[in-house]
Every structure is written in C-alpha cells, then in structure tokens.
DNA sequence: AATGCAATGCAACGGCGTTGCAAAACAAAT
DNA sequence: ATTTGTTTTGCAACGCCGTTGCATTGCATT
C-alpha cells in the first residue's frame, strides 16, 4: 500500500513528501469524496493548512484528483480514474451525495445518460450529481 | 410586468418591499441564472450587501428560485417552475454552463435521463450539469 | 556530503456569508 | 390619514475559507 502511494506520486513527477504521502493515502483508503476539512481533521495539526491547499490543488493539476459539483456548493475531491492524466480530466461518472451521512459516493460503473441539447450547443463535459440516501444509510 | 412581480410575491405572502422587487425582477428578465455578485452589481448601491443575501434566502425559502450545482463551486441562483413551493422544489432539470461567457442556462425542456443506482440506493434527486459552449458563443 | 531546487510553515490579507441590534419600512385597522 | 404592531433593512462586526509572499526546511541529484 504504502508503495502504491509512492509509485502513484513518481508516475506524476512529484517529489515524495509525508504531507503528499498522508493525504493521497486517505484518498486512497477512503471509499468516497473528501473535503479539504475532512483531510485537515483527519491528518490532525500534522499539516499546515495551507500545504493541504496547495496540495490538493498540485494533484488536481497532476490528473490526481478532480473535485465534484456538488448541491450544497461544497468543495470535494475524489481519486480520478487511471485515464486522467495532467490537465485532461475525464470523469464523467455520477456522483450520489447521501442527505443523511453526507458521504460522497463516485459511482464509476454507472455511465453517464447522453443529454440531447438545443442546436448550437456544444458539450464538453456533463456532470450528474444524484442525491438521496445511500446503501449505508438505508436499513 | 412590474405587476407579475408584485404578483408573485403576493402569492408567496410576501410583503412587498424595493429590494424584493429588484431583485426578483431581475430573475424574470434574466434568461440564466444569477449570482449573489451579479445581483449586487447590477443593482448598484441600491442595496446592502446583507439585504440581498436575505432576500435570496427567503426566494429560495418560498420556492421561487433555487440553487444550481456548479462546476466551480459557485453559488448561482435560478427561477424555480411553477410547480415548486415552499420548501418543496422540482426542479430535476439540466444545467448548462458556458465555459466561454459563463452564463449558466436552465433547459427546462430538457428531460434528465434516468440513472439507474445500485441497490440499497434512495435517489431524491438528480441534477445534471452540463459543460461547453452554449449557443450564443457558438458562431 | 554538498548543492540546487522544490515544498513547507508562518503571517497576513481579502472576500464571502452570517449574526445582533437599532432604525426604517410595510401592512392592517381604526 | 394616522396609529400600531410586525417585518425588513442597514450597519457593524465577526468567523471562516482560500490565497499570497517570504523565510525556512526538506527533497533529489551529483
């Protein structure tokens, strides 16, 4: 595991540092989309909260992560797919937010419907974000 | 014109007042949605910064207008239909962004396709937010 | 082990959205 | 039209979020 996150990093030309080791390595065990206050509570008073800013936004340009639209406009991040690489994003999956535990799920499997638009409109990315209660919450 | 706008806030038991007046005329001439910050520059002066944030609380409260899922994470406002009410809204329409002017459409017309979740998934909602260049730009 | 470069921590800043409270505006009834 | 009670507004202040500049530290390479 703990090689994975570094074979993950050198694939990306990033230096190995304990902030970037820590905080791929929740996204990694997570099953679901973080915030920046998930990572900061997570890895305790370990990182400065500005190194978090700055990496977060180092893996978004890297193809690491991408963030998700969500309902309530909070900021999310979750692991990109293997095909995205730096500056060429292709996550074009759902993503469900749970209303009761507030999990963000990325739901690679399911594709994308295809929305037919009025003339003149050109797609370059569609985003579904489905609400409601998850499989955890709902027994 | 002004008249429908009275109306509306009639109909929502709403005290008439300039700010709400203002405001929620400029949703009906406005073909996208609007952010806090278009609202407080194309009204000028006129209103405190506060009184708009309120105002567009109490819209979203009363049904009349709702928030949009964004790409960036930006808080933008739109119409509700009719069928919408107070702390009810239907508004499982698509959303368009154009990443050239910005201008956030709502397709009414367009249906959401369905997603089919997985099981042990309740879908409340479903919001699709589409990314391109929109028909005005596209010439 | 030394050197150059990249990443981090600290301090500070600006912007966004919220809250409490006093003043003003609205609605209803006389 | 005037009064009265309630709602809304404006002002001031606050906290949070995300960013930036700069000195220090840590990483990678020889």
Redesign the interface.
């Given at each position: 595991m703990e090689k994975n996150i570094v074979d993950i990093l050198k694939k990306n030309q990033l230096s190995i540092t304990d902030s970037r080791k820590k905080i791929l390595s929740l996204f990694v065990q997570s099953n679901g989309a973080l915030a920046h206050a998930d990572i900061e509570h997570q890895s305790g008073t370990e990182f400065d909260r500005v190194t978090i800013y700055r990496t977060l936004q180092t893996f978004v340009d890297k193809g690491i992560i991408h963030?998700i639209?969500?309902?309530d406009?909070?900021?999310r991040y979750a692991l990109c797919k293997d095909d995205c690489s730096a500056g060429h994003h292709h996550d074009d999956h759902?993503h469900?937010m749970c209303?009761n535990c507030g999990t963000t799920y990325c739901?690679d499997h399911?594709t994308v419907?295809?929305?037919?638009?009025?003339?003149?409109?050109?797609?370059?990315?569609?985003?579904?974000?489905?609400?409601?209660?998850?499989?955890?919450c709902?027994n």
């Open positions: 963030t639209p969500t309902t406009n909070s900021v759902v469900f209303d739901l399911i419907p295809a929305v037919k638009l009025p003339k003149g409109f050109k797609v370059t990315q569609t985003d579904v974000v489905v609400s409601g209660v998850c499989n955890n709902n």
